[in-house]
T-cell receptor
Framework: GQQLNQSPQSMFIQEGEDVSMNCTSS?????WLWYKQDPGEGPVLLIA?????ELTSNGRLTAQFGITRKDSFLNISASIPSDVGIYFC???????????FGKGTHLIIQP | GAVVSQHPSRVICKSGTSVKIECRSL??????MFWYRQFPKQSLMLMAT?????????EQGVEKDKFLINHASLTLSTLTVTSAHPEDSSFYIC????????????FGQGTRLTVV
C-alpha cells in the first residue's frame, strides 16, 4: 500500500524557534493535509492543500503541496509552548477516500 | 467546525467478549465515515470506509468478520470488535465527512479499548 515518510520523527526546540517538517511519498496524492494530535484525542486539521504547488498559511503555520504531488512541508514560525504535540501529514487520493497518514513528528519545546 | 462524537471514550472488556463503539456526526449528515486504528506511539491506520446504507469497504489485512461496521443512518456509524483479544487493544478513531469533493473529514475524540 501507499506509504508516507515523515521527518523528523521528533524535534527538541527552544520556544520562539521556527519548525519545519516534511512528508514524502512514493506515489501521488491529490490532497495533502496536516494534523495535530494531543494525547488521548483525535487529530485536528491544521491545513488542507488541494492543488499542486499551493502554498497556504494559517496563522503561524505555512504548508506547501509539492509540485510533483509526492511531497509536502509544514512550517511553524515563532513556536510557543502550546505548539507541543504530534503533527501528522496525511495524503488522500480521491475525495471519497480515507487518509494515509505519516508516522508523525513529535514536537517538544524547551522553555 | 463540525462535531463528531465517539462513545465511549474508554472501554475495558474481557477477552472473548464483543464491544461496540459509536461514532456520531452531531451537526451534519455524514455521507461517509472512516474508521482508523492507532497503536501507541504509532500512526493512524485506515481500517474501513463506510457509506450510509451500504456495506463497508475494508482495507487489506483488516478482518471484516472481526470488525463489524454498520452505517445505518447519515449521523451514526458503529464499529463492533467481536471476540476481542488483548492484541485488539488500541485507540480507535472515526472520522466523518459530508459530500466527497474537497470537504473536510472531522475526527472524533477516539476510543481507548483495553482488552484484558
Amino acid at each position: 500500500g501507499q506509504q508516507l515518510n515523515q521527518s523528523p520523527q521528533s524535534m527538541f526546540i527552544q520556544e520562539g524557534e521556527d519548525v519545519s517538517m516534511n512528508c514524502t511519498s512514493s506515489s501521488i496524492f491529490n490532497t495533502w493535509l496536516w494534523y495535530k494530535q494531543d494525547p488521548g484525542e483525535g487529530p485536528v486539521l491544521l491545513i488542507a492543500l488541494y492543488k499542486a504547488g499551493e502554498l497556504t498559511s494559517n496563522g503561524r503555520l505555512t504548508a506547501q503541496f509539492g509540485i510533483t504531488r509526492k511531497d509536502s512541508f509544514l512550517n511553524i514560525s515563532a513556536s510557543i509552548p502550546s505548539d507541543v504535540g504530534i503533527y501528522f501529514c496525511a495524503g488522500q487520493v480521491g475525495g471519497a477516500d480515507g487518509l494515509t497518514f505519516g508516522k508523525g513528528t513529535h514536537l517538544i519545546i524547551q522553555p | 467546525g463540525a462535531v463528531v462524537s465517539q462513545h465511549p471514550s474508554r472501554v475495558i472488556c474481557k477477552s472473548g467478549t464483543s464491544v461496540k463503539i459509536e461514532c456520531r456526526s452531531l451537526d451534519f449528515q455524514a455521507t461517509t465515515m472512516f474508521w482508523y486504528r492507532q497503536f501507541p506511539k504509532q500512526s493512524l491506520m485506515l481500517m474501513a470506509t463506510s457509506n450510509e446504507g451500504s456495506k463497508a469497504t475494508y482495507e487489506q489485512g483488516v478482518e471484516k468478520d472481526k470488525f463489524l461496521i454498520n452505517h445505518a443512518s447519515l449521523t451514526l456509524s458503529t464499529l463492533t470488535v467481536t471476540s476481542a483479544h488483548p492484541e485488539d487493544s488500541s485507540f480507535y478513531i472515526c472520522s466523518a465527512k459530508e459530500g466527497t469533493l474537497n470537504t473536510e473529514a472531522f475526527f472524533g475524540q477516539g476510543t481507548r479499548l483495553t482488552v484484558v
